[in-house]
């Protein structure tokens, strides 16, 4: 069965504390994204990858970075946790080959700052 | 990135077939039509893709009209586990591969 595999379900965190959130996949997946899901506002592209240590900017990349420095692994990190960023943080990974593959998501990490 | 359209919601009954339908009239050529679904409390799950021909799948089936600037989700009986959000997305084949979701359409299944 194929997996993706975020490190946390629930978690919660103080205002200006350094999160990370990590992401596991292992299907020898080329391409990972973070999205953030808010009600009324859909799912959010913040950062994808298509490559070790390669990297591109989603729609909503202000206040986060990533980091891929193996296949299997993409994290999101919040420099500084901010009370906007309190929202369900979604992973997912695809084979290359684009339109002709399907993404796998893992199951969310719905993340409190206070 | 290509647009699509779905109606915000829909109903139904269960173990009669669902017709889930999405509007792309700007889609491109080498792009792919993605359906994806969202059950409570849960990531997105992938349901079907296809590019020109109409696909099948155990979870469902997909119909692409002729000029491929709408296609339709056909869920074949459905039972109250497919009450979800269900996402239609157009995935180019080469270039940029990210995923970007709209709306969706919520489905509500009655017993």
């Known amino acids: 069965d194929v997996k993706v595999t975020q490190s946390s379900r629930y978690l919660v965190k103080r205002t200006g504390e350094k999160v990370f959130l990590e992401c596991v996949q292992d299907?020898?997946?080329?391409?990972m994204f973070w999205y953030r899901q808010d009600p009324g506002l859909g799912l959010r592209l913040i950062y994808f990858?298509?490559?070790?240590?390669?990297?591109e900017k989603g729609d909503i990349p202000e206040g986060y970075s990533v980091s891929r420095e193996k296949k299997e692994r993409f994290s999101l990190i919040l420099e500084s946790a901010s009370t906007n960023q309190t929202s369900m943080y979604l992973c997912?990974?695809?084979?290359?080959?684009?339109?002709?593959?399907?993404?796998?998501f893992g199951q969310g990490t719905r993340l409190t700052v206070v | 990135d290509a647009k699509t359209t779905q109606p915000n919601s829909m109903e139904s009954n269960e173990e009669e077939p669902v017709h889930l339908p999405c509007n792309h009239s700007?889609?491109?050529?080498?792009?792919?039509i993605h359906w994806y679904r969202q059950l409570p409390s849960q990531g997105p799950e992938y349901v079907i893709h296809?590019?020109?021909s109409n696909v099948n799948n155990r979870m469902a089936s997909l119909a692409i009209a002729e000029d491929r600037k709408s296609s339709t989700l056909i869920l074949h009986r459905a039972t109250l586990r497919d009450a979800a959000v269900y996402y239609c997305?157009?995935?180019?084949?080469?270039?940029?591969?990210?995923?970007?979701f709209g709306q969706g359409t919520r489905l509500t299944i009655n017993p």
């Open positions: 997912a990974s695809s084979l290359g080959g684009g339109g002709r593959t399907e993404a796998f």
């Open positions: 299907m020898d997946h080329e391409n």
């Open positions: 990858s298509y490559d070790v240590k390669m990297k």
């Open positions: 700007t889609i491109s050529g080498t792009d792919y």
């Open positions: 296809g590019l020109t």
């Open positions: 997305i157009l995935r180019p084949s080469s270039g940029a591969q990210k995923l970007v």
